[in-house]
């Protein structure tokens, strides 16, 4: 159940930063309530998967302290400041080597 709550965590960073190509966050802002909507249902599912009695048998999911939640954030942050470390450099340098081999 760790391993699956650091995934969710994680997935949050994922889909923050495919959010936008070249545009940083700050200046994008998250208006998309869509993309909101989904943040939150993912995590509520999450938790209602984590916490439902009953599932301990069927999915064999442990009921998980909330300090097992935050192991994964530190990875989530990193991935978020990569991505905007690359935006950043995708619109300084544009066409360049970074551009060439991050840009999809």
Not at 17 to 22: A, E, H, Y
Not at 75 to 104: A, H, M, N, Q
Request: net charge positive.
């Amino acid at each position: 159940t760790a391993f699956f709550a650091t995934i969710v965590v994680v997935q949050w960073a994922d889909l923050i930063i495919c959010k936008t190509r070249k545009n940083s966050l700050i200046h994008q802002g998250m208006i998309n309530w869509q993309l909101n909507f989904g943040l939150w249902f993912e995590t509520a599912l999450a938790c209602f998967l984590a916490y439902c009695p009953g599932l301990d048998n069927g999915l064999r999911m442990y009921p998980l302290r909330v300090t097992w939640w935050f192991p994964a954030l530190p990875f989530s942050i990193l991935i978020f400041v990569y991505d905007e470390v690359r935006r950043f450099i995708l619109r300084k340098y544009p066409g360049g080597w970074v551009e060439k081999e991050t840009y999809y």
